[in-house]
């Protein structure tokens, strides 16, 4: 079993950035991949970044790539989303999620364990 926590969002200015968080309950998290996704006001939940069990494999929505990066420190359980140049509609819901068993995926329906969401606004 894994719980998520995650943290670091808020309202920031379009151009900005912010770190969100995901800390992660348990002793399996270096065994798990780590995905991020959003979801915005009256639209369905979508794939923003996901991270390989080492770290040694990274992958974008093309909507982030090159502003987003994701990264984790499996010594401190945790997991990160680095959002650069923020755009107003990265205005969402983000949370991470944890697969049980198997490779990264940008399925949201194949991660087993998810954090309850972190807000992050972007203003004009």
């Known amino acids: 079993q894994v719980q998520l926590v995650e943290s670091g969002g808020g309202l920031v200015q379009a151009g900005g950035s912010l770190r969100l968080s995901c800390a992660a309950s348990?002793?399996?998290?270096?065994?798990?991949?780590m995905g991020w996704f959003r979801q915005a006001p009256g639209k369905e939940r979508e794939f923003v970044a996901a991270?390989?069990?080492?770290?040694?494999?990274?992958y974008y929505a093309d909507s982030v790539k090159g502003r987003f990066t994701i990264s984790r420190d499996n010594a401190k359980n945790t997991a990160y989303l680095q959002m650069n140049s923020l755009k107003l509609e990265d205005t969402a819901v983000y949370y991470c999620?944890?697969?049980?068993?198997?490779?990264?995926?940008?399925?949201?329906?194949?991660?087993?364990?998810w954090g309850q969401g972190t807000r992050v606004t972007v203003s004009s």
């Open positions: 348990g002793r399996t998290f270096s065994s798990h991949a």
């Open positions: 999620a944890a697969r049980g068993i198997g490779p990264t995926t940008a399925q949201a329906r194949q991660y087993d364990y």
């Open positions: 991270i390989t069990w080492s770290g040694g494999g990274t």
